[in-house]
């Protein structure tokens, strides 16, 4: 089991950066997969990017590929996602997710984006874009 303890966040204007985070307490954190999704006001919660567990695969929603960055260290059992070129759409909770080698989300590239091959959750992170 993985507890996924979120920091970060907040408030930038348009063009601006932020980072949000986190923090895993439990298993193994290189035992498993990891996400970032998002819940935008008036759409459904989206995925926005994931990364296998030797963080040498990575996948983007189109809306964010080349403005936002997942990384992983698995040393320190944090998960980020760094954020550039903000634009008031990408406003919104930002919550990470994970799920064990073994837990179903193989092959990544094809499943990530369904929040419901993803077991465990953080709280979210509001981020808040202003024109």
């Known amino acids: 089991q993985l507890h996924l303890v979120k920091h970060g966040g907040g408030s930038v204007q348009a063009g601006g950066s932020l980072r949000v985070s986190c923090g895993a307490i439990g298993d193994t954190f290189s035992d498993y997969y990891l996400a970032w999704f998002r819940r935008t006001p008036g759409k459904e919660r989206e995925g926005v990017a994931a990364?296998?567990?030797?963080?040498?695969?990575?996948y983007y929603a189109d809306s964010v590929k080349g403005r936002f960055i997942i990384a992983r260290d698995n040393a320190r059992r944090t998960l980020l996602l760094e954020m550039s070129r903000l634009t008031p759409e990408d406003t919104g909770a930002y919550a990470c997710a994970a799920v064990p080698r073994w837990g179903g989300v193989e092959p990544l590239e094809a499943k990530w984006r369904d929040a419901g091959n993803w077991r465990y959750w953080g709280q979210g992170s509001q981020v808040t874009v202003s024109s």
């Open positions: 990364i296998s567990p030797d963080g040498l695969n990575v």
